[in-house]
């Protein structure tokens, strides 16, 4: 089950149509377990969801009531969920990086890299000219050595952007500097068009994505291309946009980037 953590999001991602929408408001850690506990999903024959992914809506990492959701999700007195069923996407919110791994390490985390060069990066993720890839390569660097426990880095695909042989061989290299490499898995996504995405971005055909993880995996890169569901009703990676706001568009509200203290659940 894909969830989302925020109502729209303020980082500004040039691929994402969420992005256009702007940041709305954080999620309540209730709003956010309720996507797996609520009644219409818990009653009584359905199956339980065999795992969680924060790839909705939104920045997981900046909104600080994530941590108390993962903390409900993971409780045998409530959901149950194994920690390792549950994955957190980021495009690398540094400092709740850190608070991530430190407080819930079986998690199973996916950075989005999008580009291994820092400036061509800041123009796609605009959060990395405040929290540059390295610092949370290193994060879970660490990560990956204490816990031995596999990293996935989450690479969208765009046609004349970030898909050329240059990219590749960046690419590798970034992995491979890795203290475990063998523990980083490079996850290929072709780009999906998006309301108010960057109009210049288009999808690499199918045969260059194949190609692009063939590259990476002849150099030793553990790699993949994933599988892609939900184009046909603007639900795939990327396209989550609220269409009801497309008129009267709310304005965004600034990105939280301080560390809110939050009273952690009790038990």
């Not at 549950?86 to 996916?110: K, M």
Request: with cysteine.
């Amino acid at each position: 089950m894909c969830i989302s953590s925020q109502a729209g999001c303020g980082l500004g991602c040039t691929f994402c149509a969420t992005g256009a929408v702007g940041l709305v408001r954080n999620l309540t850690a209730d709003e956010i377990v309720a996507q797996v506990m609520h009644p219409h999903w818990t009653r009584e024959g359905l199956p339980r969801p065999a795992s969680v992914a924060f790839m909705g809506m939104g920045e997981a990492l900046a909104n600080p009531h994530v941590f108390d959701a993962l903390t409900l999700l993971t409780d045998a007195g409530y959901a149950g969920m194994s920690a390792r069923r549950v994955t957190v996407s980021t495009v690398g919110f540094a400092p709740n990086l850190a608070r991530l791994v430190d407080e819930h390490p079986q998690v199973t985390i996916t950075l989005s890299v999008h580009s291994p060069f820092p400036q061509e990066r800041a123009r796609i993720v605009p959060l990395e000219e405040r929290f540059p890839l390295a610092r949370s390569l290193d994060i879970l660097d660490r990560h990956a050595a204490t816990s031995r426990r596999k990293v996935y880095l989450a690479y969208l695909l765009i046609a004349d952007v970030n898909d050329s042989d240059d990219h590749l061989a960046a690419l590798t290299q970034l992995v491979h500097e890795r203290s475990r490499p063998e523990l980083f898995h490079v996850s290929v996504i072709r780009y999906n068009e998006a309301i108010g995405a960057a109009p210049d971005h288009r999808a690499p055909s199918s045969g260059r994505a194949d190609d692009f993880v063939r590259g990476l995996t002849a150099r030793g890169v553990h790699a993949t291309r994933r599988r892609q569901l939900g184009t046909g009703i603007d639900a795939a990676c990327g396209q989550l946009h609220g269409r009801y706001l497309a008129a009267n568009p709310p304005v965004a509200a600034p990105v939280d980037t301080e560390l809110i203290p939050v009273t952690p659940v009790r038990s």
